[in-house]
């Protein structure tokens, strides 16, 4: 087994995946226009609690805590996990969705930090 | 105290599903206690160090750093993973034979154990990173350091206490078939996280394609549950599974498999 050989194809695999993700990152998913699907953590708490979003569509969730401390958001119907420091905010895209409610929390959390996703 | 032990049990849970797997699996590769502690310290430092860096990494490529940071952890463990399986055939270590005795060179005996070692500093960062950013928050929320200590050590204890099982229930099979046994666990683990990748990747948006769950088995068994999360660290189980998932799990199977058994004809030649 080449060692050399086989290390330059994972750098190069490693840089092509990179690029790739500057390329999809810049996709226009729905909700790009600022302030439309915000969630934010405030007192370990998601505000709002419900977000109604429309089905069959990708779309840009921005999380946005408020707290001095991290938090991770996390659902397991939507298969997304995504920790996000105190003062901070990140983006998660969600979707395309069939009609339903994907509930989420916050896994340091969990009694207070709860949520779910209405897709209609 | 309580909610931090239970958090921390669930994150221990997995590394230590990881570790009770892989050690268990190279108990062959004597004098390799040095190779487990370097791993497990880098590990500890490293968690710091991803947690220090989380909003900067969070930030990177277009807001989606964190993914493409899980989505290359999970490839590179998979990788070793597989690697590692692929190497203890090649030099038919069964789980009773020393290094010394199949007269392998002391270079070519080394790479195993710088191999392990990066594997359990890998299997680390993850549930590591999210264990130090749980702990500072919660001392920055005003809870004492020692009732953290205590809940982080009875969190440590109890995610411990199920890898060690497994560990212990693995090394005592005392079969002709324990090799084979230990390493078809460690092809389903490397599958498993190349399917946790893949998950990464499409949160990422870089996966579009037969992204769609087929099925939901939620039903039957949730991720959710204690069962669950066992099964998804160690077989990679997901309720909802992608085509795209489904495909690169099976893929990878398939591709270690093959080797392996290529390995098995070339030795018996």
């Given at each position: 087994m080449d060692h050399a050989a086989t290390r330059r194809r994972l750098f190069l695999a490693l840089v092509a995946s990179l690029a790739i993700a500057q390329v999809a990152a810049a996709e226009n998913p729905d909700g790009r226009k600022r302030g439309k699907y915000v969630i934010e953590i405030l007192n370990h708490r998601f505000v709002p609690a419900e977000l109604e979003v429309p089905a069959g569509k990708k779309i840009k969730l921005r999380i946005i805590n408020r707290d001095a401390t991290p938090e991770e958001f996390e659902s397991y119907p939507l298969n997304r996990e995504k920790v996000v420091a105190g003062k901070r905010r990140i983006t998660v895209f969600i979707g395309p969705l069939k009609p339903g409610r994907y509930p989420f929390f916050?896994?340091?959390?969990?009694k207070t930090a709860q949520g779910v996703i209405v897709v209609k | 105290m309580l909610s931090i032990a239970i958090i921390v049990t669930r994150e221990v849970l997995e590394i230590s599903l990881i570790l009770g797997v892989v050690l268990a699996a190279t108990r062959s590769l004597r004098g390799r206690a040095r190779w487990i502690a370097a791993g497990l310290a880098g590990g500890v430092i490293g968690s710091a160090i991803v947690a220090m860096a989380a909003g900067a990494i969070s930030d990177a490529i277009g807001g989606m750093g964190q993914e493409i940071f899980n989505a290359t952890i999970l490839l590179m463990a998979a990788a070793l993973i597989a690697w590692t399986v692929i190497w203890m055939k090649r030099h038919c270590m069964s789980v009773s034979k020393r290094l010394r005795e199949v007269g392998v060179a002391v270079t070519e005996g080394r790479r195993p154990f710088y191999v392990l070692a990066v594997v359990i500093w890998l299997s680390m960062l993850r549930e590591g990173s999210e264990i130090v950013l749980l702990s500072y928050g919660v001392l920055v929320s005003g809870v004492s350091v020692s009732s953290l200590v205590a809940g982080a050590l009875v969190g440590i204890a109890a995610g411990s206490l199920v890898g060690v099982a497994m560990y212990l229930g693995l090394v005592r099979i005392v079969t002709r078939h324990v090799f084979s046994i230990t390493s078809a666990m460690l092809v389903f683990l490397a599958a498993g996280m190349v399917s946790q990748a893949i998950e990464f990747l499409g949160a990422a948006g870089i996966v579009g394609p037969m992204s769609s769950p087929l099925w939901d088995s939620s039903f039957l068994l949730s991720e959710h549950s204690v069962a669950g999360s066992a099964l998804h660290t160690l077989i990679g189980y997901s309720a909802q599974p992608t085509g795209l998932q489904l495909a690169a799990y099976v893929g990878t199977v398939v591709l270690i498999a093959l080797t392996l058994w290529r390995q098995g004809t070339v030795a018996r030649s």
């Open positions: 916050g896994e340091f959390h969990p | -």
